[in-house]
């Protein structure tokens, strides 16, 4: 890959005497979007603040273009780094039009007529045109996050970094709204950065995905290869529930409830831990056998709780085509290529 | 956030300085001066007296405004009646009526040589013309306080009744309640707070008044005060005076402080719909204008109703122009050093800084100072600079410091700073950090983001400030009183003069100009924080 657009090293910051971003790394590329997953207090938005130039670091650096933005002494302030921030609430201008409120970053970098053709091109994009003259408050939710995006746009960034972008929206809304967005973005080909706490929302928008917990960036990669191949129960989690099976590797395999299951390449007695994603199970004649605790419907599908034999609680999530009762006991099985492996 | 320049603390602790130092000074005076005879004298005569009237005329007026203004701010808040968008401002009218000139006014009609009177007694009939009651005396003054000042419990009465969820009585109708259930169980138990506030700003004016006690005959603390200073003068009782009464006035402002707490309690959060407004019809419609068109033909038509009659048909007095002039020059100067003062420790209170905030709120403690207590406080401070620099200059020091008009709009700014802080926070509050950092990541240097982004969402705020303050100063009797320069007579001081001497015919002009000097502002600010509340 190219070089890239923005690179984090060893970011370290703390508010108010509590330790916020741990040593923090990451890489940027245009053209790219990046989505950082992390609980609320993992240091997801002060690591987005800190790229923006809205906080300065301790240590470590933050570098774009060559350039050195941030080394834990000097910190570029943030009219000079010129990143597009989408900010959680929008931050509109309330005394400013729509028009006036996305052409605000263009005043001194763009001739008066350049500023308007440009304006004009990104409220066509937004889809927004009627409203180029509205303020802010008589706004929907919905247009309002568009007001935003525009605006962060208008300059033509490189990178752009949104925080939380839609949950202030409902969820019909926002994945509408996510579909355009990332439209959008892409077309900008800027290099984005999304924070958010939706694992689903991660999923849908990016091409890279950094799980973020406890001020560290704890796995990093593709979508599909961070959710497959979990580095750790935590970072298995952010993604989704999981049902996680601990044992003993004996003769290469490892007993469960569902039979032995072949462990190659283990050393006899080391101790594992087999991840189980809720699809990974399906009902089956041969399967162990569970009692159902508790149905909910969700897209779809039904997700169950249910006790095992053994009193292990597990999570399944099976086709709706067969509606499940509670209480009802049914057999399960395990889709053995499904499952993913941790050693301790 | 980077840490914010010098300039909010700075200016923050200027407006604590200015507001708090009054105030300090006349404490610390009241304990280090020997004693007098006058205050001993005083308190084996005049101070029960003092007290007394300054708690009946306070508990009357609020007992009255509190009346006044629940009702008029609950039915403009939920009913529909003819004249009723007129109303919703009209009804804040009376607060650009001095109490004193409403004083002058009830007085010189209701006494027994008045226009009431005077007819009923040429036709004989002197027993009933002894029944109609004067306003005079402890409860004349709380009634003419309480439709003067009713319109601070109405203003905050009318927003605490609209901002409430509609769904909260709805609830309780569909639980069974009546309506009047509802009112007395539901709504005023939820707007109580709000209505404490508002009483106790009533309670702080009627402690702080000067004139209309004085000319009503029901002397309060205040009056001692003006009468320790003007009449003995002696700062030092004064300052003890001082210190009583501002025990009494720090009451009255706890109570608002608590109330405004727990206020935010009782707000409820969600749909912040407009609920439906009840329509009257018929009679009703009617019975419901008159109920709002009574106070204000109470606060402002009656009184200045009689004011302008004797104005026109007697011989003007003296001086009115040079009154004029001194008033408005006053006025003004503290309306914009005020309105920069308040918008300053505005900004030391958006810095979030500990100290930024803390002085801020200090200057927001002076309010709460009546007008003889800033003034008793700036003279001390004024004397003890100029004994500075008397020793320091080794002779006397060329610029005599105090009574001149710099000691006067120091006193006012202490009383005042507060009037202006509240504006230009509620106005900075809109302005959030969250908007700052926008700007930032769009370009925009520190200038840009003050001149584009602050200031046209602060202006109207720091303006309501810089109006609230003229008016107050335009109205203000006690520390002009006791701080005026040598004949440098303001409105005010005129009015209140001739008045003093029986001489309303010559008190009426002055009084009046200084009421259509005030009104224009009243009807900008009202307006404004209408359209604030209906947004």
């Given at each position: 890959?190219?070089?890239?657009?923005?690179?984090?090293?060893?970011?370290?910051?703390?508010?108010?005497?509590?330790?916020?971003?741990?040593?923090?790394?990451?890489?940027?590329?245009?053209?790219?979007?990046?989505?950082?997953?992390?609980?609320?207090?993992?240091?997801?938005?002060?690591?987005?603040?800190?790229?923006?130039?809205?906080?300065?670091?301790?240590?470590?650096?933050?570098?774009?273009?060559?350039?050195?933005?941030?080394?834990?002494?000097?910190?570029?302030?943030?009219?000079?780094?010129?990143?597009?921030?989408?900010?959680?609430?929008?931050?509109?201008?309330?005394?400013?039009?729509?028009?006036?409120?996305?052409?605000?970053?263009?005043?001194?970098?763009?001739?008066?007529?350049?500023?308007?053709?440009?304006?004009?091109?990104?409220?066509?994009?937004?889809?927004?045109?009627?409203?180029?003259?509205?303020?802010?408050?008589?706004?929907?939710?919905?247009?309002?996050?568009?007001?935003?995006?525009?605006?962060?746009?208008?300059?033509?960034?490189?990178?752009?970094?949104?925080?939380?972008?839609?949950?202030?929206?409902?969820?019909?809304?926002?994945?509408?709204?996510?579909?355009?967005?990332?439209?959008?973005?892409?077309?900008?080909?800027?290099?984005?950065?999304?924070?958010?706490?939706?694992?689903?929302?991660?999923?849908?928008?990016?091409?890279?995905?950094?799980?973020?917990?406890?001020?560290?960036?704890?796995?990093?990669?593709?979508?599909?290869?961070?959710?497959?191949?979990?580095?750790?129960?935590?970072?298995?989690?952010?993604?989704?529930?999981?049902?996680?099976?601990?044992?003993?590797?004996?003769?290469?395999?490892?007993?469960?409830?569902?039979?032995?299951?072949?462990?190659?390449?283990?050393?006899?007695?080391?101790?594992?831990?087999?991840?189980?994603?809720?699809?990974?199970?399906?009902?089956?004649?041969?399967?162990?056998?569970?009692?159902?605790?508790?149905?909910r419907i969700r897209q779809g599908r039904q997700r169950l709780r249910a006790t095992a034999s053994d009193g292990g609680?597990?999570?399944?999530?099976?086709?709706?085509?067969?509606?499940?009762?509670?209480?009802?006991?049914?057999?399960?099985?395990?889709?053995?290529?499904?499952?993913?492996?941790?050693?301790? | 956030?980077?840490?914010?320049?010098?300039?909010?603390?700075?200016?923050?602790?200027?407006?604590?300085?200015?507001?708090?130092?009054?105030?300090?000074?006349?404490?610390?005076?009241?304990?280090?001066?020997?004693?007098?005879?006058?205050?001993?004298?005083?308190?084996?005569?005049?101070?029960?007296?003092?007290?007394?009237?300054?708690?009946?005329?306070?508990?009357?007026?609020?007992?009255?405004?509190?009346?006044?203004?629940?009702?008029?701010?609950?039915?403009?808040?939920?009913?529909?009646?003819?004249?009723?968008?007129?109303?919703?401002?009209?009804?804040?009218?009376?607060?650009?009526v001095p109490a004193y000139v409403a004083a002058y006014g009830w007085l010189d009609l209701t006494q027994a040589a008045?226009?009431?009177?005077?007819?009923?007694?040429?036709?004989?009939?002197?027993?009933?013309?002894?029944?109609?009651?004067?306003?005079?005396?402890?409860?004349?003054?709380?009634?003419?306080?309480?439709?003067?000042?009713?319109?601070?419990?109405?203003?905050?009465?009318?927003?605490?009744?609209?901002?409430?969820?509609?769904?909260?009585?709805?609830?309780?109708?569909?639980?069974?309640?009546?309506?009047?259930?509802?009112?007395?169980?539901?709504?005023?138990?939820?707007?109580?707070?709000?209505?404490?506030?508002?009483?106790?700003?009533?309670?702080?004016?009627?402690?702080?008044?000067?004139?209309?006690?004085?000319?009503?005959?029901?002397?309060?603390?205040?009056?001692?005060?003006?009468?320790?200073?003007?009449?003995?003068?002696?700062?030092?009782?004064?300052?003890?005076?001082?210190?009583?009464?501002?025990?009494?006035?720090?009451?009255?402002?706890?109570?608002?402080?608590?109330?405004?707490?727990?206020?935010?309690?009782?707000?409820?959060?969600?749909?912040?719909?407009?609920?439906?407004?009840?329509?009257?019809?018929?009679?009703?419609?009617?019975?419901?204008?008159?109920?709002?068109?009574?106070?204000?033909?109470?606060?402002?038509?009656?009184?200045?109703?009689?004011?302008?009659?004797?104005?026109?048909?007697?011989?003007?007095?003296?001086?009115?122009?040079?009154?004029?002039?001194?008033?408005?020059?006053?006025?003004?100067?503290?309306?914009?050093?005020?309105?920069?003062?308040?918008?300053?420790?505005?900004?030391?209170?958006?810095?979030?800084?500990?100290?930024?905030?803390?002085?801020?709120?200090?200057?927001?403690?002076?309010?709460?100072?009546?007008?003889?207590?800033?003034?008793?406080?700036?003279?001390?401070?004024?004397?003890?600079?100029?004994?500075?620099?008397?020793?320091?200059?080794?002779?006397?020091?060329?610029?005599?410091?105090?009574?001149?008009?710099?000691?006067?709009?120091?006193?006012?700014?202490?009383?005042?700073?507060a009037v202006a802080i509240a504006p230009a926070e509620t106005a900075l509050a809109q302005v959030t950090h969250r908007?700052?950092?926008?700007?930032?990541?769009?370009?925009?240097?520190?200038?840009?983001?003050?001149?584009?982004?602050?200031?046209?969402?602060?202006?109207?705020?720091?303006?309501?400030?810089?109006?609230?303050?003229?008016?107050?100063?335009?109205?203000?009797?006690?520390?002009?009183?006791?701080?005026?320069?040598?004949?440098?007579?303001?409105?005010?001081?005129?009015?209140?003069?001739?008045?003093?001497?029986?001489?309303?015919?010559?008190?009426?002009?002055?009084?009046?100009?200084?009421?259509?000097?005030?009104?224009?502002?009243?009807?900008?600010?009202?307006?404004?924080?209408?359209?604030?509340?209906?947004?």
């Amino acid at each position: 890959m190219s070089q890239p657009v923005l690179s984090v090293r060893g970011a370290e910051k703390s508010l108010g005497g509590n330790p916020i971003l741990k040593g923090v790394d990451l890489d940027l590329y245009c053209g790219q979007v990046c989505a950082v997953l992390g609980p609320s207090g993992a240091g997801k938005s002060t690591l987005l603040r800190s790229i923006a130039g809205l906080e300065a670091l301790e240590a470590g650096s933050i570098i774009s273009g060559g350039q050195s933005w941030d080394d834990g002494k000097h910190s570029t302030p943030a009219e000079q780094r010129r990143v597009g921030v989408v900010f959680q609430d929008y931050a509109l201008f309330p005394h400013l039009t729509v028009e006036k409120n996305i052409a605000f970053g263009l005043k001194g970098s763009l001739a008066k007529d350049a500023a308007r053709e440009r304006v004009a091109e990104l409220i066509g994009q937004a889809e927004i045109s009627a409203l180029a003259q509205s303020y802010p408050h008589e706004l929907s939710g919905g247009e309002q996050q568009r007001v935003a995006l525009a605006r962060a746009l208008a300059p033509r960034p490189d990178i752009i970094l949104l925080d939380e972008p839609f949950s202030s929206l409902d969820r019909r809304l926002r994945a509408d709204l996510r579909e355009q967005t990332m439209k959008v973005i892409r077309e900008a080909g800027a290099a984005a950065l999304i924070v958010t706490h939706d694992a689903d929302e991660a999923f849908e928008t990016a091409d890279k995905l950094l799980l973020m917990e406890d001020g560290r960036i704890i796995q990093s990669g593709s979508p599909a290869d961070v959710y497959c191949h979990p580095v750790s129960i935590s970072s298995a989690r952010l993604l989704g529930d999981i049902n996680v099976v601990t044992g003993t590797v004996d003769r290469a395999r490892i007993a469960t409830l569902f039979g032995e299951i072949a462990i190659p390449d283990m050393q006899d007695g080391s101790s594992v831990n087999l991840l189980v994603r809720p699809e990974a199970l399906r009902e089956s004649e041969t399967g162990a056998e569970f009692t159902v605790e508790d149905i909910r419907i969700r897209q779809g599908r039904q997700r169950l709780r249910a006790t095992a034999s053994d009193g292990g609680r597990w999570i399944a999530e099976l086709p709706l085509a067969h509606p499940i009762k509670k209480g009802e006991t049914l057999r399960l099985a395990l889709d053995e290529t499904a499952i993913s492996l941790l050693t301790d | 956030m980077r840490a914010p320049g010098p300039g909010p603390a700075v200016f923050g602790s200027l407006a604590a300085l200015v507001a708090a130092g009054p105030i300090l000074a006349v404490a610390w005076i009241a304990l280090t001066a020997p004693w007098g005879d006058y205050l001993l004298h005083l308190l084996q005569t005049r101070l029960t007296g003092y007290v007394l009237n300054t708690l009946i005329v306070t508990s009357t007026a609020m007992v009255l405004a509190g009346g006044i203004g629940t009702m008029a701010g609950w039915m403009i808040a939920r009913l529909d009646f003819p004249g009723r968008h007129i109303f919703a401002w009209a009804l804040a009218l009376p607060l650009a009526v001095p109490a004193y000139v409403a004083a002058y006014g009830w007085l010189d009609l209701t006494q027994a040589a008045g226009p009431l009177q005077t007819p009923l007694r040429e036709a004989g009939l002197t027993g009933l013309a002894d029944l109609l009651p004067v306003v005079r005396g402890p409860l004349g003054a709380g009634f003419v306080f309480a439709v003067t000042l009713y319109p601070y419990v109405y203003l905050i009465a009318r927003q605490a009744f609209s901002e409430l969820h509609p769904d909260m009585q709805n609830a309780a109708r569909t639980l069974g309640a009546s309506r009047w259930q509802t009112l007395t169980g539901i709504t005023l138990p939820l707007v109580r707070p709000a209505l404490a506030a508002g009483l106790a700003l009533v309670a702080m004016e009627s402690i702080a008044d000067f004139g209309a006690v004085a000319h009503l005959g029901a002397p309060t603390l205040t009056v001692g005060v003006v009468r320790a200073w003007a009449g003995a003068g002696s700062v030092a009782d004064a300052a003890r005076l001082a210190v009583v009464l501002a025990l009494f006035a720090y009451l009255a402002f706890a109570l608002e402080r608590q109330s405004r707490a727990r206020a935010r309690f009782g707000q409820t959060s969600g749909g912040r719909r407009q609920p439906r407004l009840i329509r009257l019809t018929g009679a009703k419609s009617i019975i419901a204008s008159l109920a709002c068109l009574l106070p204000i033909l109470f606060g402002l038509a009656v009184p200045l109703g009689r004011l302008l009659y004797l104005a026109m048909t007697e011989p003007a007095a003296r001086g009115v122009m040079d009154g004029l002039t001194n008033s408005l020059a006053l006025a003004s100067v503290t309306a914009i050093l005020a309105a920069l003062l308040g918008l300053g420790a505005a900004y030391a209170i958006r810095s979030g800084t500990a100290f930024g905030v803390l002085s801020a709120r200090l200057a927001s403690l002076g309010y709460a100072a009546p007008g003889a207590v800033a003034a008793v406080g700036a003279l001390v401070l004024f004397a003890g600079l100029q004994a500075l620099l008397d020793s320091l200059w080794g002779g006397r020091f060329p610029v005599l410091l105090t009574a001149t008009a710099g000691a006067l709009v120091f006193a006012y700014l202490s009383r005042f700073a507060a009037v202006a802080i509240a504006p230009a926070e509620t106005a900075l509050a809109q302005v959030t950090h969250r908007l700052d950092e926008a700007a930032k990541t769009l370009g925009a240097r520190r200038r840009r983001i003050a001149a584009e982004i602050h200031w046209p969402l602060i202006l109207g705020g720091v303006g309501i400030a810089a109006l609230m303050v003229f008016v107050e100063v335009m109205k203000e009797l006690p520390a002009t009183m006791i701080l005026r320069p040598f004949n440098t007579d303001t409105l005010a001081v005129i009015a209140h003069n001739y008045a003093a001497d029986e001489r309303l015919g010559q008190a009426a002009l002055p009084s009046l100009i200084i009421v259509l000097a005030t009104i224009p502002a009243m009807i900008l600010a009202a307006r404004s924080l209408t359209r604030g509340a209906s947004r």
